[in-house]
């Protein structure tokens, strides 16, 4: 939509030009005087209703901005009222009445009055609700403004009018009337759109300084104009005509597009306020140089010479009421800038002793500059206040790092709104981690020029957090730790419960049946059974029980081992000799390889006790039929290991890891309905671990399982 009202206003512009052309071309040819004032008319009526439309297709454009759509509505009406005067000087045309002054006079002066509110309504802030801050202004600024602007317009009318009465000195007092409003309303809305300039202090734009030349060259043109129709001078007019529409669509153009936006350099803004300061001065030089021209003519009517010693007097009022006016003025400026001096020696003050680090960022088009650092900030990078100077982020800060802090600092610039982040940032001093706020500070055109930066250090309470973290983890491993090592217990005493009464159980029975002589005399041969599954059951109870005591040994660390110089193959042969018969019993063949290796130091009954229990282990999971395997000798790494291979129903891999542990048995266990404890395997690890060495389990189910013990080469003695 706005783009359209753009073009459009373009469109009108350029259209309106090229009638007034056409039309004022049609004038200056035409050979017939009434078909000359005819196009006049009619290219100057173009004009003028052209400019009213443009005018009003920008106040239209610029509705949501209200800074700028206050005075371009105001511009609008003065061009709307220009063109009505345009109208009537129409219909006085076909009348064929030109009386001085006439109605379109009043409507012709109507253009000044309304840009001059135009140009005062620039200073009323976008929300009236808000204090005053940058590009608002409080009262002061609208009485210093009017006070400006009507000492400029009188100096500038009593300096015109000593020029320009003398020269039409016939004219009765109501022509006089008019010709000095002419110069009152055009070049005094002139002035007070220059003043308003030295106010705003805004950039060089097309918009503003073609509007404020058109209202000078309309109102020249005007005063020309008015004393060549009193004097009847005028002739055809037609330069004179197109002057003024020529004039007109440029102002038509410029209040369209006037826009201010104030300037930030530092230097104009000095000469603007030290032209404000001498203004009145240069106004009382202007008032005294047109008394004295008053003098210069002797013939000049008494009438005359009181209306421009008037003006003279008033623009030395008005010079001496703005004076006093800007000595107020300067106090208070004084005072405040005491006061800021003030406060901002006390916030640095505050700052510099600040034990957080604390910043100032320069925002720039393509990067962040930090302009101030304090004591704290410089101690984190490594930096004294003699060696600074102003740095980027990637000039102090790691490239990843400054690159996150840049993209933070433009999500800022772009929301302009305070935000929150933390980063972990190594320094030439260490690894800090901090916690940052992040404040964007606009200019008075509201653009974001600077952000100031809080970052309280949070390191220790990161640390801390890290370790109650980490605290956190253990006890709930060590809460899941126990809550399965409950469980397996439990199982475990289950377990036992029916471990120890089986073989309880039988012999309890057979003994009780040899008491009462169940079947005859003790010589009986049935008896001799009895005792072998008596005996039998008295194994195994002694191995649950020797189990239980020696796993409760390793797990408080009270086994010691009693090292000697061994030749391991030598104790596991025997130790294969004794389960060789059990081997038989269930159908399996038990085989052991001994490789040549030399004699090493360990514990005998260590070493016998984990090649008993891993070869128990397969001949419990290892159905009829199938072979077990032990491999004595030194590895392929030189290292002496013993290897049990069985083609057993082997162990899930879900459940290698867990078998390790006590009172744990797979679920190849429950399948096999085989009796244990379930600590065979937890002892073999941990008899291994006390060697130094380390146990490793290859296995899958249905081809069977290989676990290696691995003893350490320093065990191993010259041969």
């Known amino acids: 939509m706005a783009g359209n009202q753009r073009s459009a206003i373009h469109i009108i512009l350029a259209s309106a030009g090229l009638a007034v052309l056409l039309a004022a071309a049609a004038a200056y040819l035409s050979a017939v005087p009434d ?8 290219h100057w009526t173009v004009a003028t209703a052209a400019a009213a439309a443009m005018a009003w297709l920008g106040y239209q454009h610029a509705r949501e901005d209200a800074a700028t759509a206050r005075p371009r509505y105001w511009f609008a009406w003065g061009l709307t009222s220009y063109a009505l005067g345009q109208f009537f000087w129409d219909l006085q045309g076909l009348a064929g009445w030109y009386p001085f002054p006439a109605p379109s006079d009043l409507f012709y002066l109507l253009i000044g009055p ?25 009262a002061g600024d609208y009485w210093a403004f009017g006070l400006d602007a009507a000492a400029l317009v009188a100096a500038v009318l009593a300096i015109t009018l000593a020029l320009y009465l003398p020269l039409n000195q016939s004219a009765n007092p109501f022509q006089l009337g008019v010709l000095v409003a002419y110069p009152v309303s055009l070049i005094g809305a002139v002035c007070a759109g220059l003043v308003l300039m030295l106010t705003l202090r805004p950039r060089p734009a097309l918009a503003w300084l073609l509007l404020l030349a058109m209202l000078l060259v309309m109102g020249l043109i005007w005063m020309l104009w008015n004393a060549l ?22 102002a038509g153009y410029a209040a369209a597009t006037w826009r201010v936006e104030p300037s930030r350099h530092a230097l104009y803004a000095r000469l603007a306020n030290s032209i404000r300061y001498l203004l009145p001065m240069a106004l009382v030089v202007l008032a005294c140089t047109a008394i004295i021209l008053t003098t210069a003519f002797t013939d000049m009517k008494r009438s005359m010479q009181v209306v421009i010693d008037t003006a003279a007097i008033l623009v030395a009022v008005l010079a001496i009421a703005r004076q006093s006016f800007l000595l107020k003025e300067r106090e208070v400026l004084l005072k405040a800038e005491g006061e800021a001096r003030y406060l901002e020696q006390r916030l640095r003050d505050l700052v510099s002793v600040s034990d957080d680090p604390i910043f100032v960022c320069r925002v ?8 101030e650092l304090n004591a704290a900030a410089l101690a984190v990078i490594g930096r004294s206040p003699a060696d600074f100077h102003e740095v980027t982020p990637y000039d102090i800060m790691p490239p990843d790092l400054a690159t996150k802090v840049y993209a933070l600092y433009r999500e800022c610039v772009a929301v302009g709104q305070p935000m929150r982040y933390d980063y972990c940032f190594e320094s030439p001093t260490g690894t800090h981690w901090f916690d940052t706020r992040l404040m964007p500070v606009r200019d008075e055109t509201g653009r974001v020029t600077h952000l100031y930066g809080v970052a309280r250090s949070v390191t ?7 370790r109650l973290q980490q605290l956190a983890a253990d006890l709930d491993r060590a809460r899941r730790d126990a809550e399965s090592a409950n469980r397996a217990k439990s199982m475990f005493l289950a377990n036992m419960s029916h471990e120890l009464r089986t073989p309880l159980n039988a012999i309890l029975g057979f003994t009780e049946l040899m008491e009462r002589k169940v079947f005859g005399p003790i010589g009986q041969s049935r008896y001799e059974g009895y005792l072998h599954d008596i005996y039998s059951s008295g194994q195994m109870l002694l191995m649950l029980v020797n189990q239980v005591l020696d796993f409760s040994k390793l797990e408080a ?5 009693q090292e000697a110089e061994i030749d391991m193959g030598e104790v596991v042969a025997d130790t294969c000799k004794l389960l060789d018969q059990q081997a038989q019993a269930k159908v399996l063949t038990l085989t052991h390889f001994r490789r040549p290796s030399p004699n090493i130091k360990a514990d005998r009954r260590a070493l016998a006790q984990i090649v008993m229990n891993l070869v128990a282990n397969s001949l419990k999971f290892t159905p009829k039929g199938g072979a077990i395997e032990v491999t004595t000798g030194l590895g392929s790494d030189g290292r002496p290991e013993i290897m049990v291979r069985d083609t057993g129903i082997g162990i899930p891999p879900t459940e290698i890891e867990s078998v390790r542990r006590a009172f744990v048995q797979g679920s190849g266990a429950t399948r096999a309905a085989e009796a244990g404890t379930g ?41």
Request: overall charge neutral.
């Open 557 to 561: 660390g009270q086994y010691r081992l």
């Open 229 to 250: 129709v009193l004097n009847s001078a005028v002739g055809t007019g037609k330069g004179m005509n197109l002057l003024f529409s020529v004039s007109s669509l440029f």
């Open 364 to 371: 720039e088009k393509e990067r962040f500059v930090y302009e």
């Open 35 to 42: 078909y000359a004032i005819f196009f006049d008319d009619l």
């Open 114 to 138: 309304f840009c001059a509110i135009g140009f005062a309504a620039a200073l009323q802030p976008s929300d009236p609700a808000r204090t005053k801050g940058p590009g608002q202004h409080h």
């Open 679 to 719: 600590l065979g395997l937890a002892i073999v690890c941990s008899m291994a671990e006390l060697h130094g060495g380390s146990v490793d389990i290859d296995s899958a189910v249905g081809r069977g399982t290989t676990v290696t013990i691995r003893l350490p080469a320093s065990r191993l003695l010259a041969a």
């Open 460 to 466: 220790d309470l990161k640390h801390q957090t890290d």
